[in-house]
Structure formats: structure tokens, C-alpha cells
């Protein structure tokens, strides 16, 4: 597959957990798709197992329609359920090995990593790209990990093969020197959290 630079990480917390039709965050995956996201992870960690379901069927829907590619994160099979494309994992999550078994050679499977090490070990393994980071200081997803900042992101991205997903804080300022030092692209979701389709074309245009 070819990897879009821009890949939007879909997180209803980052809109009250709402998420529901008369809320903001399907208007904003909407708009996201609309202003030319083509790569969208749905992360939800607070959600009820049914309701992640539901909201990850409509998504399923609505990047469907527009060929958008749609991960998962973590939930192998709501993945399978609603025919993702692929799910993202974390390190102590669902052993890769497992999903590529489940989902097949066709699935997208990514991984985080938040060192060289797990990245060089991450080769080993069937996965397709790797997220690393946090690159920046962030709220989104609160860690004890210190911002790596773009200078260890450029030493890793000539370590590693597979493609490189920064992210972490990243703001559209970034973008440039991210790329440069050799990423695949930037993950973003409180950046990109109740933009319009044009604040997002605004993004798309800097890659």
C-alpha cells in the first residue's frame, strides 16, 4: 500500500466522548474525508464495547464510500466485524502474530513503538508501518514517556525500513522537518479535533 502522509487518529474523546449522529465527530471524519484524509485510525478507550461497535460501523461506512482506508485501533475483531482495513496495536496489546493470523495478508496492521529497539524488533514482525513517539509534548494520550523531538526521529527513520508515522503534539508547523528527517508521515488527533474541510485541505496542500 501505498501510505498517505496525513493519517487522522478519529478519537470521540476528543469531542466530550459524544460520538453520537447529532454530535461533532462524525462531522469533523466527514469533513476530514471530504478536505482529502485517506488513512483514518478509530481509537476509542473509553467507549462500552457495543457502542464502539456501533460507531465503528458507521465509520466503516462513510470511509467506505469514499475509498478511505479505516484501522482500528487495538479491537481485533470489531476490526473483522465491520471489515476494517486493519488495526493498529500497541505494544502490550493483541500479539501481532494473532491478528495477521485472524485478519489475513491483506489487512493493514500497524504498531507503536516508542524506542529504537522496539522499532528494530518491530521489523521482525508482520506489521506494515510503525507509529513512533510521542515526537512533542501532548495531552491527547497522557504518558510518562518524554517528548523524543525530531532530532531522534531522524536517527531512527535511517535505522528502520518500514515506514515511520510520527507522533505526538505535531502540529501543522511541523510537517516540513518531519518529512525531511525521513518519516512516512505525521498522525495527528487533537490537531485535527472539530476542524472544517478547510482547515484540513490547509493540511493535505502541505504535503
Request: glycine letters at 10%; charged letters at 20%; hydrophobic letters at 45%.
Amino acid at each position: 500500500m501505498d501510505f498517505p502522509a496525513l493519517y487522522l487518529i478519529a478519537d470521540p474523546c476528543l469531542y466530550d466522548c459524544s460520538g453520537d449522529d447529532s454530535g461533532s465527530f462524525f462531522q469533523t471524519i466527514q469533513a476530514a474525508i471530504d478536505g482529502g484524509v485517506r488513512l483514518i485510525q478509530y481509537r476509542d478507550k473509553s467507549g462500552l464495547r457495543g457502542q464502539i461497535y456501533e460507531r465503528a460501523e458507521r465509520l466503516r461506512l462513510l470511509t467506505r464510500q469514499s475509498n478511505v482506508k479505516l484501522i482500528i485501533n487495538d479491537e481485533v475483531d470489531i476490526a473483522m466485524a465491520v471489515e476494517a482495513d486493519g488495526v493498529h496495536l500497541g505494544q502490550d496489546d493483541f500479539p501481532v502474530s494473532a491478528a495477521r493470523a485472524l485478519l489475513g495478508d491483506q489487512a493493514i496492521i500497524g504498531l507503536s513503538t516508542h524506542s529504537l529497539e522496539e522499532a528494530l524488533e518491530a521489523e521482525k514482525k508482520a506489521v506494515d508501518y510503525i507509529g513512533f513517539g510521542p515526537i512533542f509534548a501532548t495531552e491527547t494520550k497522557l504518558s510518562e514517556r518524554l517528548p523524543f523531538g525530531i532530532e531522534s526521529l531522524g536517527v531512527l527513520c535511517k535505522k528502520v525500513v518500514l515506514p515511520v508515522y510520527a507522533i505526538g503534539g505535531i502540529q501543522e508547523s511541523h510537517v516540513h522537518s518531519i518529512l525531511s528527517n525521513g518519516a512516512a508521515g505525521v498522525a495527528v488527533a487533537s490537531a485535527l479535533a472539530g476542524a472544517s474541510k478547510a482547515q484540513i485541505r490547509q493540511w493535505t496542500v502541505v504535503f
